[in-house]
């Protein structure tokens, strides 16, 4: 059977996955920076056959590794950037690995590597098998900040992909049917002038009065938009010290809602505040668009494949000494809020797994028509083909992600196997879709329906170029580092 030739090379060749994603947990490099992470994803992929572009997109870390011929084209997509400030040993416990240091907090070591190992496993089968389509590797930076694959669907690298497959650590296994809110990523700069706050305020311009009267124009307008919407705020740069009149100011929003345009409706607004904050503080405004993304498409006939797949997969299941590792990060954990998290997101039951810190149950998606508060640069691609990105089990059960938690447990056995599980998941789910055309022509049309006319359009203008040197500035502040 093909599916159980792709499941053994996955077996026998674990080891040397496994030590990729442990270099890439201990890499650990924030997005857009990832060079030693992509290097080592695309050095493993050329020494597996495939040829590969790195450096597209206009993103150093980015690359797109491709082997095969012919129909169909079959995605596979991964993720390494890390996240600032959560640095920690794969112990269960708070200790730093770095201190101050970023760390794999949402389990992108495990997501990018599950995905590769899988598109190599299922290359294999395809050539011994003589089985014609093309394989494409999708090396996406900056998930978690800058949507790198923004800019892959903007330079047309998805085009004429049949499906793709992506697989997310989490604490859950399961093929979920969620969409996601889309958003725009903007930074405003205010100019000003300099003066002495004291003995000459009169000839100062502060940018920061800008800033703060922006802000306060921006919480009024939450009352006037549709409740789904979230805005989010930073102030990145607001002045050096008391007695001088900050010339420059910058914030940094996130602006959410659950469809694309809404999302450009309410930044608009946004924008005419940020214009009247310069106009009554006399300062000059530049509005810098960093990241915009659209909702995702959930597919239910990819969703229903993969969670086959998983079943017949098997979930490897947990050592006593991995459930004891759960068990010691689950008493950092309020109880209470494990469960109010498990009502929230609508988990079937939520009761059976009260005292459960590791998941092994494989679930049915029960989340079709459920929007996500958060957001994925995956949605972008979801509106170039049928697209799904499952999980598989890894973060104990009720703890947040983008937290040295997650990132405890993505550089140790319990990240192993989640890997694995996903990696044997989406070979399995590979072949289907290379042996089936009738599943790719299903997904194809519930697409259509999903998207129901709607054009795709680009929400990052061609004028717009990925953020090379605010993400440098980032690294190299960065306290902790490696």
Not at 28 to 34: H, P
Not at 97 to 123: K, L, Q, Y
Not at 128 to 137: F, S, Y
Request: proline residues 5%; charged residues 25%; contains cysteine.
């Amino acid at each position: 059977m093909l599916k159980d030739k792709a499941m053994s090379w996955i077996e026998e060749n674990k080891e040397e996955f496994i030590e990729v994603s442990d270099k890439i947990w201990e890499y650990a490099e924030l997005g857009l920076v990832e060079h030693k992470s992509a290097q080592i994803h695309v050095d493993t992929l050329r020494k597996h056959g495939f040829k590969v572009e790195h450096g597209v997109a206009g993103m150093p870390s980015a690359f797109v590794a491709t082997w095969g011929e012919g129909k169909p084209v079959i995605g596979f997509m991964g993720e390494y950037d890390a996240l600032p400030g959560i640095s920690n040993k794969p112990v269960p416990y708070k200790e730093w690995e770095v201190v101050d240091g970023p760390g794999h907090g949402c389990g992108h070591n495990v997501h990018g590597t599950s995905g590769f190992m899988a598109a190599i496993a299922t290359r294999y089968v395809l050539e011994k098998e003589g089985l014609p389509g093309t394989i494409k590797c999708y090396g996406s930076p900056a998930e978690e900040n800058y949507d790198g694959k923004v800019y892959l669907v903007r330079s047309g690298y998805f085009n004429g992909v049949d499906a793709c497959l992506s697989h997310h650590p989490s604490g859950y296994n399961v093929a979920g049917l969620s969409s996601s809110n889309a958003v725009d990523s903007v930074k405003y700069e205010y100019f000003g002038k300099t003066a002495h706050a004291a003995g000459s305020p009169e000839h100062g311009r502060s940018a920061l009065d800008a800033i703060e009267l922006m802000n306060i124009g921006v919480n009024f307008l939450r009352e006037h938009v549709i409740q789904e919407a979230r805005i989010h705020y930073v102030i990145e740069a607001g002045g050096g010290q008391p007695n001088v009149v900050p010339d420059y100011a910058r914030s940094w929003y996130y602006i959410r809602a659950p469809e694309r345009s809404m999302v450009t409706h309410i930044a608009e607004r946004i924008n005419n505040i940020a214009r009247g904050a310069a106009m009554m503080t006399e300062t000059e405004l530049k509005i810098d668009l960093i990241a915009a993304i659209y909702n995702k498409i959930p597919n239910k006939v990819l969703s229903e494949l993969v969670t086959a797949n998983m079943r017949e997969v098997g979930h490897p299941g947990w050592t006593e000494d991995e459930e004891a590792f759960a068990a010691d990060i689950a008493k950092t954990l309020d109880p209470e809020a494990k469960m109010a998290g498990l009502k929230k997101y609508g988990v079937p039951n939520p009761e059976k797994y009260k005292d459960v810190n590791l998941m092994t149950d494989i679930l049915d998606a029960w989340n079709d028509g459920y929007v996500s508060k958060g957001s994925t640069d995956v949605s972008d691609v979801s509106w170039q083909c049928p697209t799904m990105e499952f999980s598989t089990s890894c973060n104990v059960l009720g703890a947040p992600g983008h937290d040295w938690r997650f990132t405890a447990v993505s550089g140790m056995s319990i990240g192993h196997k989640s890997l694995v599980f996903a990696a044997k998941t989406m070979a399995a789910s590979a072949l289907d879709l290379f042996t089936k055309p009738e599943v790719i022509k299903k997904a194809w049309e519930e697409q259509a329906e999903r998207i129901g006319g709607k054009e795709y359009v680009c929400p990052i203008p061609e004028d717009v170029h990925p953020p090379l040197e605010i993400a440098e500035e980032a690294w190299q502040k960065l306290k902790g580092k490696r």
